[in-house]
C-alpha cells in the first residue's frame, strides 16, 4: 500500500519585491532574438486576420510535463536517454542547460513570454482597427483570446517560478512581471512584484477575456484557441489556487452545470477499451478534439513523450498506485495501456509522437506533442475540492462518484463516506480523508501530464527520490525552497532579476 500523507494548510506572510531588464526571446531557427528585430521591421496589422493568425502563436509550444521528474510519481530510469539536466532536475538541482534546450524551466519560461509577446502585439492595435460594425463582434473574440492567452502564460509562470502560493502564504512572495505591451527597447526595465499583484493583473485579463470570448469565430479548430468552455475551466483552476473556492465552485457549474458527465471521458466505454490494442489509436482517442471532455489542446514542442527519454514511473510503484483503492475486485481502467520505458519504468500511453519534417524530404525536424491544457475532469476535480472545502461533503462525493464510475469496471463501484472510512485511519476527520482521497484520484487521472508537481507545491507534500540502486539519493521537503523553480541565469545575470532563494 502508498504512503498516505494527510494534508493540513497552514497560512503564514513574506513580502519582496524586485526589477528586471528584457525578458522575451524567440525560439526560431531564423532569427536569434525576438528583440534584434525593430518595431518598424514588423509586419503591420492592419486588419482583422491578421490579428487573428498572429494570436494563435499567443500560447506556449514549452512543455511544462518536465515537471513530472521532480515528482514522486517517477524514478531513476535506467536504460534512456538521460541529459545533464533531466539529473539536475531529478534532484531538484538549478539546471544549468542552454535555454533552447525543450522540456528545462528555462525554456519554459522563455517561450512563454515569447508566446505573451505575440498576445501584446495583437492587444496593441486591436482597439483601433477600423472595422465594420458586422466586425465588431470578431474583433472583440480575437481580443478576448489574446488576453485569455497572456493571462494563462502569466498564470503557468506565476506558479512554476513564484516564490509562493495563496493556499500557504497569501500571495505576498515573489511573483513574476506581467508583460502588457510590445518591447520597443532592446532594454527594457520591470519590476517583480507580488504573487498577489501578479494575480491581480491575471484576473484583470482572465475577466475581461471571459466577456468577449465567442466561440462562433473558430472554424474546425476551437479547441486549439481559448473557447469560451476552455475559458471557465481557466477561472476554475485559477480560482481554487487563489483559494476563492466560492468563485472557483461558480465558474465550475457554469461549465459543468448539472450535468458534469458530458464532460468526462468514459474510459470504461466500448470505445476506449477497443481502443486498448493500439498505442497509436489510443492517445488519438484520449486527445481528440471529438471529445467533450478536452477543452484546450496546445502542441508542446518536447520529448517528453518518447519512451527513451529521460525518466519514467517506477513499475512496482505504477501498479501499487493503481491498486490503491477502496473497492474490491475492481479494474482501473486508467492503468492500462501503458509503455515500457527504459529498463525499470512504465510510462502511461497518453501522448501521440509526432515529429514535424524541416522540409518534405528532410530527416530532421521537431519533435512535438499534443498537451491538454484543461479538460472537464480538472474542472470536476476542482469542483470537488471546493464541495469538501466549503463542508458540502454529499456533493464532493456525488462529483467523485461521477469520475469513479467512468474510470473503474466492476460491481460494486459506489462511493461514501462510510466506505472511506474503512480505508483511511479512524483519527482522520472527514475533511482529512476527503481531501486524501481528491489528492490521490488527482495523481491517477493526471499521471505523466504535468499536474501532480502543482499539487505537491499546493498541498506542501514531501518527495523522496532513489537512485539506480534504490537507495534515497535526495529528499524534498514539504515546504521545500527548491519546490519553487529558479529563474534562468540569464534573466538573472543580464536581465537584473533576483532569483528565487535557496
Known amino acids: 500500500m502508498r504512503k498516505l500523507i494527510h494534508i493540513a494548510p497552514k497560512l503564514t506572510k513574506v513580502s519582496i519585491r524586485i526589477t528586471l531588464v528584457c525578458l522575451s526571446v524567440v525560439w526560431l ?160 526595465e520591470y519590476k517583480r512584484p507580488s504573487v498577489k499583484k501578479t494575480y491581480e493583473e491575471i484576473e484583470d485579463d ?15 479548430s476551437g479547441k486549439y484557441h481559448f473557447n469560451k468552455n476552455a475559458a471557465l475551466a481557466f477561472a476554475s483552476r485559477f480560482y481554487l489556487f487563489k483559494g476563492d473556492f466560492i468563485r472557483s465552485l461558480q465558474y ?6 448539472a450535468n458534469p458527465e458530458a464532460y468526462v471521458r468514459d474510459m470504461t466505454s466500448e470505445l476506449f477499451r477497443s481502443a486498448k490494442a493500439s498505442t497509436t489509436g489510443y492517445p488519438q482517442l484520449y486527445n481528440s478534439t471529438d471529445l467533450a471532455s478536452n477543452l484546450l489542446l496546445i502542441r508542446k514542442v518536447s520529448l517528453f513523450q518518447r519512451t527513451d527519454y529521460a525518466f519514467g514511473v517506477d513499475r512496482n510503484d505504477y501498479g501499487s498506485l493503481f491498486a490503491t483503492t477502496i473497492f474490491d475486485d475492481v479494474t482501473d481502467e486508467r492503468e492500462n495501456p501503458a509503455w515500457v520505458k527504459g529498463l525499470n519504468a512504465l510510462f502511461p500511453v497518453r501522448y501521440e509522437s509526432l515529429f514535424q519534417r524541416s522540409s518534405i524530404n528532410s530527416n530532421v525536424g521537431t519533435p512535438y506533442h499534443i498537451a491538454i491544457a484543461f479538460r472537464g475532469e480538472e474542472v470536476l476535480l476542482n469542483r470537488a475540492e471546493c464541495y469538501i472545502q466549503l463542508g458540502r461533503n454529499d456533493d464532493a462525493i456525488a462529483d467523485l462518484q461521477v469520475l469513479i464510475d467512468r474510470r473503474f469496471t466492476g460491481d460494486d463501484v459506489t462511493l461514501s463516506m462510510a466506505r472511506l472510512r474503512t480505508f483511511y485511519p479512524a483519527s482522520w476527520t472527514d475533511f482529512g480523508i476527503l481531501y486524501e482521497y481528491l489528492i490521490l484520484t488527482r495523481q491517477k487521472e493526471f499521471l505523466a501530464q504535468g499536474m501532480r508537481w502543482f499539487d505537491l507545491k499546493r498541498f506542501q507534500v514531501p518527495v523522496e527520490h532513489y537512485g539506480p540502486d534504490g537507495n534515497v539519493i535526495g529528499t524534498l521537503e514539504g515546504d521545500d525552497k527548491r519546490k519553487v523553480l529558479q529563474l534562468p541565469n540569464s534573466a538573472v545575470e543580464v536581465g537584473g532579476l533576483e532569483g528565487n532563494d535557496r
Open 29 to 188: 531557427p531564423a532569427c536569434d532574438s525576438y528583440l534584434e528585430e525593430v518595431p518598424d521591421d514588423r509586419v503591420s496589422l492592419d486588419d482583422l486576420d491578421k490579428a487573428a493568425q498572429l494570436v494563435t502563436n499567443a500560447y506556449s509550444d514549452a512543455s511544462y510535463a518536465f515537471t513530472d521528474w521532480m515528482t514522486d510519481d517517477f524514478t531513476y530510469t535506467i536504460g534512456t536517454n538521460l541529459r545533464p539536466a533531466h539529473e539536475q532536475m531529478y534532484l531538484w538541482q538549478d539546471p544549468t542547460s542552454d535555454p533552447e534546450e525543450q522540456d528545462t524551466p528555462g525554456f519554459f519560461w522563455y517561450q512563454t513570454y515569447n508566446a505573451i509577446s505575440h498576445a501584446n502585439e495583437v492587444l496593441q492595435i486591436i482597439d483601433d482597427l477600423e472595422v465594420d460594425e458586422e466586425d465588431e463582434a470578431r474583433r472583440d473574440a480575437i481580443k478576448g483570446e489574446a488576453l485569455l492567452a497572456r493571462a494563462y502564460g502569466h498564470f503557468m509562470l506565476v506558479n512554476l517560478f513564484s516564490e509562493d502560493n495563496f493556499i500557504f502564504k497569501n500571495g505576498l512572495g515573489l511573483g513574476v512581471p506581467y508583460i502588457e505591451s510590445p518591447e520597443t527597447e532592446f532594454l527594457v
Open 206 to 220: 482572465l475577466k475581461l477575456g471571459l466577456e468577449l470570448i465567442d466561440d462562433r469565430y473558430f472554424t474546425n
Open 252 to 257: 465550475s457549474d457554469e461549465l459543468l452545470g
